[in-house]
């Protein structure tokens, strides 16, 4: 076993650092971060980190570039200062969705993504929500991933909401939602909506299911432009469903998508802090869950060898030893 349990984090997300090493009772390693004038990085580990079981948190958000060439760096710093394990945990996977090859002379970046963590010395990763589940085939090292699913179904089962639909946005993610539809003991509705080449935006075509008079939630793994999302929640309130939630893990909300959020029908949008949420994107309509205990859990067991397969349904809800 490893003489120690050491977490370092990046600049991408340092409250959710903070409070999953709060959760481990530890403190963040410590590092220092400098960016030069002509935009190259330098990561100093200014502690001893050898033989140690060593975990580096950074989630993909802008400046998502910088970002992942300091998770790069201090994972590569770190395996020269022979640490004995590295671990990269990354709440929000960057480029998850270049995930498949459906265009000609692309890359698959997500591929691209798993490559250049091992080839900076990571042994293995833990990550929450992919995109797509072929992405977790992308890594020639262990590779967990987390769900959201009990973190979200926890909350609005204790909102109590009456008389559930359960609505996937699209086909593709039917299979996804049955998962929380199964959690809160709901029906299922789909909405088959249709996406024009590279646009974020989609239409939706047909509701299949009964929505109407019905609080309709949404669930998915990231929210973008929000344009796709303000389209289903017209959609279903043309159907005449009554309130419409969303449950959504990674929450982006790039563009304009606050302010359309602020405007909608929609009555709450549930994200997690995978990505932080600035001040300024901060609304009452606007809900952050937190994944730092769920995470917490997951390293430990990482750390002690035990399997995180349980955490699948309690979602970290059992206290850090």
Not at 172 to 178: E, P, Q, T, V, Y
Request: with cysteine; proline share 4%.
């Amino acid at each position: 076993m490893y003489n120690q349990l050491k977490i370092f984090s990046g600049n991408s997300n340092p409250d959710l650092a903070n409070e999953i090493a709060k959760h481990l009772n530890t403190e963040l390693g410590q590092r220092e971060i400098i960016k030069f004038s002509n935009e190259n990085i330098k990561v100093k580990i200014t502690e001893s980190v050898r033989g140690q079981d060593v975990f580096v948190v950074q989630t993909s958000c802008p400046p998502v570039s910088d970002n992942i060439m300091e998770m790069l760096i201090m994972i590569h710093a770190l395996r020269g200062a022979s640490a004995d394990r590295i671990t990269a945990v990354i709440p929000y996977f960057p480029y998850v969705r270049s995930d498949k090859k459906d265009e000609p002379r692309i890359s698959i970046t997500a591929k691209l993504m798993a490559d250049l963590i091992k080839t900076a010395g990571a042994d293995r990763v833990l990550t929450m929500d992919l995109h797509a589940a072929q992405i977790q085939g992308f890594f020639d090292m262990p590779a967990d991933q987390l769900l959201a699913l009990p973190i979200l179904c926890k909350y609005f089962i204790e909102k109590n909401l009456q008389n559930i639909v359960v609505v996937a946005g699209d086909v593709g993610r039917a299979k996804l939602n049955i998962k929380y539809a199964e959690r809160l003991k709901a029906p299922l509705a789909i909405l088959e909506k249709r996406r024009d080449g590279d646009k974020e935006k989609a239409k939706v075509a047909n509701v299949i299911g009964n929505v109407k008079g019905k609080t309709a939630i949404m669930f998915d793994d990231e929210i973008l432009t929000g344009g796709s999302l303000m389209e289903l929640v017209k959609a279903l309130k043309r159907e005449g469903a009554v309130d419409i939630y969303a449950g959504i893990t990674h929450g982006i909300l790039s563009k304009r998508a606050v302010p359309n959020i602020a405007r909608s029908s929609l009555k709450e949008l549930v994200i997690t802090n995978t990505v932080p949420l600035p001040k300024e994107k901060q609304i009452d309509k606007i809900k952050v869950l937190s994944v730092a205990k769920l995470f917490a859990k997951a390293i430990e067991n990482i750390h002690l060898g035990r399997p995180i397969s349980t955490l699948f349904q309690t979602g970290g809800e059992e206290e850090c030893s």
